[in-house]
C-alpha cells in the first residue's frame, strides 16, 4: 500500500512532520543528523511497531515528550493507521479501532529496508535471513502466518515435552509439525526462486565475474522426511531438551562461484549483492500488491552509475520509495516522477 498522507510526532528529534508524499520516489535531503533516517524509522515503526536499528522503544519517544504518534492515510482504500508509543505501553489503531495483532498492522505496510545493515544478511546467523525471508512470504503467500503459527504452537507444546523427557508426548506433536513445516518449505522455496529470478539482471551488471546463486536449506538432513529426521534424533533432542530439525532451523544459503558469499566477496561486493537481493524482494511484495521501499543514504552506498540503476529499478516497478541523501544531485529523478523533500532540524518542507 501506498502512503497518502504521513504525520509524525515526537518520533526521535521529529516534533511534528507531517507529509503528503509522492506515489513514487520521495527524495529526502538535508544535513547529518537533521532528521532524515528518524523519518524512515518512523515508516518502519508504523508498520512493524519497531525499529529498524537497535534500540529499545522508550529512546524513540522524543526528550521531553510523554508519547510519539506515527499516523498514516493509505492510497486507494484511504484506511487509516496509527501507533502511539508512550513509556509504558504500545496503542495501535486501524481506522479508529483498537487492533491487538500486530500481524494485521503488518499485513496494510509491506516495506523493506536498504540501509548499512543490508550486509547484516550475509554477515551474520541464519536467524537473520529466516526473518528476511519470512517477512517476504508474510506478504506473499496470506496462508503463510497460519502456518507458521500452527508450526510455532505445535515446536513449543513438543519443545516442553523434549525438556520434561516425555518422548511419547513429543511424538503426539510431531504430525502437526511435519504438516505445517512441509507448507512453511514449499512457500519459502518458492519465494527464494522468485527472490533469485528478480536479483539475477542486476547481479549480471554489479558482479559480471561472480556466478552467485541462492540455495535454501530445510532445516534437517537432505534427502529425508522431517518425521524421518525425529526418529532418528530424539534421544539427541531429549538429550538437547529442543527441536534440533524443521524451519526452525532452516537457512538461505548465498555462495557466488561456489563458495559462501561472505568469504569470496570485498565488502563492497557484499554490499552489493546485500542491495540486488533487497531490492529483488521489493519488487516480489510489489507484484503481489503494492511496497514501500525505504533506502537510508543511497549515494554513500552506491557509486553515482549503480545510484541512477537502482532508480531505475524504482521507476520500472512503481513502487513507492522513501530515500534520504545529503547531496540531492546524487539522487536524480525524472521531473514529475516524485517529490523531494528538504529537512533541518527535524523540520520538514517540500521543494517545488
Not at 269 to 280: C, E, F, N, V, Y
Request: glycine share 6%; hydrophobic share 40%.
Amino acid at each position: 500500500m501506498r502512503l497518502a498522507e504521513l504525520r509524525v510526532e515526537n518520533f526521535r528529534n521529529l516534533a511534528a512532520v507531517e507529509l503528503v508524499p509522492a506515489a513514487g520516489i520521495n527524495v529526502i535531503f538535508g544535513s547529518n543528523a537533521s532528521g532524515k533516517t528518524s523519518l524512515l524509522e518512523a515508516i518502519h515503526f508504523l508498520a512493524r511497531v519497531r525499529s529498524f536499528r537497535p534500540t529499545r522503544p522508550q529512546q524513540l519517544i522524543r526528550h521531553g515528550s510523554d508519547a510519539l504518534t506515527v499516523r498514516a492515510v493509505l492510497a486507494e482504500s484511504q484506511t487509516r493507521l496509527a501507533v502511539r508509543r508512550s513509556h509504558e505501553r504500545t496503542e495501535v489503531r486501524i481506522d479508529q479501532q483498537d487492533v491487538r495483532s500486530l500481524s494485521v498492522l503488518a499485513r496494510h505496510l509491506p516495506l523493506q529496508v536498504v540501509n548499512t545493515e543490508s550486509q547484516r544478511l550475509l554477515l551474520d546467523g541464519p536467524q537473520v535471513r529466516r526473518s528476511f525471508l519470512d517477512w517476504g512470504v508474510f506478504h506473499v503467500e496470506h496462508s503463510f502466518y497460519e502456518h507458521w503459527r500452527r508450526y510455532d504452537r505445535a515446536l513449543r507444546q513438543r519443545n516442553r515435552a523434549l525438556r520434561s523427557g516425555d518422548a511419547r508426548l513429543a511424538r503426539s506433536w510431531e504430525p502437526e509439525l511435519e504438516s505445517q513445516a512441509a507448507a512453511v518449505t514449499e512457500q519459502r522455496r518458492h519465494y527464494v526462486a522468485a527472490l533469485e529470478a528478480l536479483a539475477r539482471p542486476l547481479l549480471s551488471r554489479w558482479l559480471p565475474s561472480e556466478a552467485v546463486s541462492f540455495e535454501y536449506r530445510s532445516g534437517w538432513p537432505g534427502g529425508r522426511s522431517l518425521q524421518e529426521a525425529f526418529d532418528n534424533g530424539r534421544s539427541r533432542e531429549i538429550d538437547a531438551g529442543h527441536t534440533l530439525y524443521g524451519p526452525h532451523r532452516a537457512d538461505l544459503l548465498i555462495r557466488s562461484n561456489g563458495y559462501d558469499a561472505q568469504h569470496r566477496l570485498s565488502r563492497g561486493q557484499q554490499k552489493l549483492l546485500a542491495i540486488a537481493l533487497l531490492l529483488a524482494a521489493s519488487q516480489v511484495m510489489h507484484e503481489h500488491g503494492e511496497a514501500l521501499l525505504l533506502i537510508d543514504d543511497l549515494p554513500a552506498e552506491l557509486d553515482a552509475q549503480k545510484c541512477d540503476e537502482v532508480i531505475e529499478v524504482l521507476l520500472d516497478t512503481g513502487a513507492q520509495a522513501f530515500v534520504t541523501t545529503t547531496d540531492p544531485a546524487a539522487v536524480p529523478i525524472p521531473s514529475g516522477s516524485g517529490k523531494w523533500f528538504h529537512v533541518e532540524h527535524g523540520q520538514y518542507r517540500e521543494v517545488v
